[in-house]
């Protein structure tokens, strides 16, 4: 099965599978930044959409309330900082709107959860 690290790569590049053939172009993938990391950065008809990626094999999810229990409010908080680190230095974004979503791959499928007010106007990028 490979270790955690590769565990997630993988879901990451499932995910951007999934996404690319929506239309989504990658503008990044994990960056970092002293705030913490970003998974995926992707862009699409004036839409920024930041995608945090997690991985769980079928034994370990307790979904209680949704994927959404997967990221804590701290870590939205890193991601948020992180996005506005990265706009101060690709200020030719900064006219899109931006959505937050979570990505939780449970072996051959995936789990979304928009994080924040911008999801909810849907429809959702994933097209659901």
């Known amino acids: ?9 993988a879901a990451e590049q499932r995910v951007t599978t999934v996404l690319t053939a929506q ?10 930044c ?3 990391e970003m998974d995926l950065l992707l862009h699409q008809d ?5 995608v945090e990626v997690k991985c769980r094999n079928a034994a370990s ?24 680190l990265w706009l101060q230095g690709s200020p030719q974004w900064s006219h899109c ?7 939780v791959v449970v072996g051959d499928q995936i789990f979304w ?3 924040g007010d911008s999801m909810a ?3 959702h990028p994933w097209g659901d």
Do not use: K, Y
């Open 61 to 84: 999810v307790a979904f209680v309330d949704g994927a959404g229990n997967c990221l804590g409010w701290r870590q939205q908080q890193r991601l948020r900082q992180a996005f506005g």
């Open 113 to 115: 959860n928009g994080l």
């Open 34 to 36: 002293r705030h913490g």
């Open 97 to 103: 709107g931006v959505a937050m979503a979570l990505a």
């Open 121 to 123: 106007e849907g429809p």
């Open 46 to 50: 004036g839409r920024l959409l930041i």
């Open 1 to 9: 099965m490979g270790t955690s690290s590769e565990r997630g790569l």
């Open 23 to 32: 239309g989504w172009e990658v503008l990044e993938h994990r960056w970092r």
